[in-house]
């Protein structure tokens, strides 16, 4: 049994780990006092999940864009909900809902109103919008891109700058979110603007074989009229979502969520990666990336957390694609990011060069002991921070470990992230546990009453003196 003071304290932080009691450090910026939206919120997801079968990812990724003040993009067959998750939105805010099937004979009076007669005898082009796109809170506009010219810049203002021109008054319009839906990907270049409007796009399949009876017994529950116990649609109006708390949560979001520079390098690495290393190429707006950071502050900040981490990054691959397909690219190169252990050898690299300092302390010349152990414990915290964070994400719960405390991760992603993430966090475990070890023994050995000079250090780190000294040697 080890009975030193590394194996002791060592021991202590690891034990606490495993036991789940260790608590983030503030680096990981826990500690939002949110706690009363958080659970609004998970209701407002079980209520808007209700009787819809495989649509978990789905009604996350639609509260998330009403929350961030952005628009989502469903492309699927037809037949798969893609309406009724647009309807069920609405009921959660106090205001008009729009809806509108589009073609390519469909003209501007259909989405903006009709234009006034009253008005245009005093020779003014003004709409008679009250009922119609501009004055809703939430619209579900089917077939989006069979949007014609006549329709597009008009449609482009609204959702962009939430602005609406009738006649000569620019007026801003109550839009929290459009929720658009295809059954193909635009064709033309001129739809291209509009495609880039909706930050989150996802590609909405069929139920799968395994989901086909409980799709059916919910249909038949429905149409018996038992589907709704007071748990389902029918209460949504109980946890409406005003446009004011909308604006502060979003307000207060970007206000009070720390973006970590690791999270920075991470965006910049997946754009590179997307236009860079991907062919055909895949562009990445600035725009779509300056945008795709709020929405993770916001989805940070609605988890109770005050700082992005690695694992809201996940949201990218619904992000930054421009075909479907990308989106398992974008959320295979995540995963495997989340998983290295770069920062463990950045980490031992920094240790390398403290324990070379303490080895110059024993031979006495005039280190500075004190700025020394602080620098070792300050490595020695965020070292407990990291393997906190591996922890709980290789926890015995593979879609709790990785979703944590996270609203927006679907059950399925969650579980394939997990499942992919295990064996790799594993090994990174491992190998932060032995560099936390060696952190710990050098920090209680500098904190003792010990002369520097009479440090052992090569009983304590025997393998870190090994490699310093073979170092030495070959320089």
Not at 122 to 134: N, S, V
Not at 239 to 268: C, D, F, G, H, Y
Not at 291 to 315: E, H, I, M, P
Not at 330 to 353: M, V
Request: aromatic fraction near 6%; include cysteine; charged fraction near 25%.
């Amino acid at each position: 049994m080890d009975t030193s003071p590394r194996g002791a304290l060592g021991g202590s932080i690891l034990a606490s780990i495993d036991n789940g009691t260790s608590q983030p450090s503030s680096a990981d910026g826990e500690g939002g006092s949110n706690t009363a939206l958080q659970q609004r919120l998970e209701k407002a997801i079980r209520s808007l999940q209700d009787g819809l079968v495989e649509r978990d990812t789905e009604v996350r990724l639609l509260l998330l864009a009403a929350l961030a003040g952005e628009h989502i993009l469903f492309i699927g067959p037809p037949g798969t909900a893609k309406s009724e998750l647009g309807r069920r939105l609405a009921r959660l805010y106090d205001g008009q809902f729009f809806e509108r099937l589009l073609t390519r004979f469909s003209v501007p009076e259909e989405l903006f109103g009709p234009l006034s007669m009253r008005a245009l005898e005093e020779d003014k082009y003004i709409r008679q919008i009250d009922g119609y796109l501009p004055s809703a809170k939430v619209a579900f506009i089917d077939e989006v891109f069979k949007a014609n010219s006549a329709i597009l810049n008009t449609l482009l203002t609204i959702l962009n700058e939430r602005l609406f021109d009738n006649g000569s008054a620019r007026i801003k319009v109550p839009l929290i979110c459009l929720v658009g839906a295809s059954n193909e990907l635009p064709e033309s270049e001129e739809l291209d603007a509009l495609y880039d409007r909706f930050l989150i796009r996802r590609r909405v399949n069929q139920v799968s074989l395994a989901g086909l009876p409980a799709l059916l017994s919910a249909s038949r529950a429905s149409e018996s009229g038992s589907a709704s116990n007071g748990a389902g649609p029918g209460s949504l109006d109980s946890i409406a979502l005003s446009e004011e708390e909308i604006q502060t949560t979003r307000s207060e979001a970007m206000e009070k969520v720390a973006v970590p520079e690791e999270i920075i390098n991470l965006l910049s690495d997946v754009r590179s990666f997307l236009q860079e290393k991907c062919e055909p190429p895949v562009y990445v707006s600035d725009r779509r990336l300056v945008k795709a950071l709020a929405l993770l502050q916001v989805a940070a900040y609605t988890s109770g957390r005050l700082a992005v981490n690695k694992f809201d990054c996940l949201l990218l691959q619904h992000i930054l694609w421009q075909r479907p397909d990308e989106a398992q690219r974008i959320n295979d190169f995540l995963l495997d990011r989340l998983a290295a252990d770069s920062s463990t050898q950045q980490t031992d690299y920094l240790f390398n060069g403290m324990f070379m300092r303490a080895c110059q302390a024993t031979s006495a010349k005039g280190v500075a002991v004190p700025e020394l152990a602080k620098d070792v414990a300050e490595l020695r915290k965020a070292l407990e921070g990291e393997l906190a964070a591996i922890a709980a994400a290789s926890g015995a719960q593979p879609a709790a470990g990785v979703r944590g405390n996270e609203l927006w991760l679907g059950a399925d992603e969650a579980e394939a992230a997990a499942t992919a993430l295990r064996p790799k966090l594993q090994s990174a475990r491992k190998t932060t546990e032995a560099l936390l070890f060696e952190v710990v023994a050098l920090e209680v050995a500098l904190s003792s009453d010990t002369p520097p000079e009479t440090l052992d250090l090569v009983s304590l780190l025997p393998q870190r003196w090994a490699a310093f000294l073979r170092n030495s040697q070959s320089a």
